[in-house]
């Protein structure tokens, strides 16, 4: 069975820093691109970062550039770096995998996580 278990997530000051993980079970995802979402109360989902099987290629919403740092290890983990963390992070973020990119792109993941909150206070 496919899991994807995010955490990390938490209650920070505006400013400070996150580091999320997600680590995926059930089968290898060393050749799928993994992503982050994330959703706040009362708005949509929405893209936050994308990375491709290798870690050679990565893109990021321009909301969060430059402020966080996706990645993943050899295995079966992509990370999220968070810094400069601002009340508007304030969301439930969510790692997706897809075997393309641009599918993650647009939001379509063949795998999900279940969440994990992260609240940031001003």
């Known amino acids: 069975q496919v899991q994807l278990a995010e955490s990390g997530g938490g209650l920070v000051q505006a400013g400070g820093s996150l580091r999320l993980s997600c680590a995926a079970s059930?089968?290898?995802?060393?050749?799928?691109?993994m992503g982050w979402f994330r959703q706040a109360v009362g708005k949509e989902r929405e893209f936050v970062a994308v990375?491709?099987?290798?870690?050679?290629?990565t893109y990021y919403a321009d909301s969060v550039k430059g402020r966080f740092t996706i990645s993943r290890d050899n295995k079966n983990t992509v990370y999220l770096q968070m810094n400069s963390l601002k009340p508007e992070d304030t969301a439930v973020y969510y790692c997706?995998?897809?075997?393309?990119?641009?599918?993650?792109?647009?939001?379509?993941?063949?795998?999900w996580g279940q969440g994990t909150q992260v609240t940031v206070s001003s």
């Open positions: 059930g089968r290898t995802f060393s050749t799928y691109a």
């Open positions: 990375i491709n099987w290798s870690g050679g290629y």
């Open positions: 997706a995998t897809n075997t393309r990119v641009d599918s993650l792109l647009s939001g379509t993941g063949n795998y």
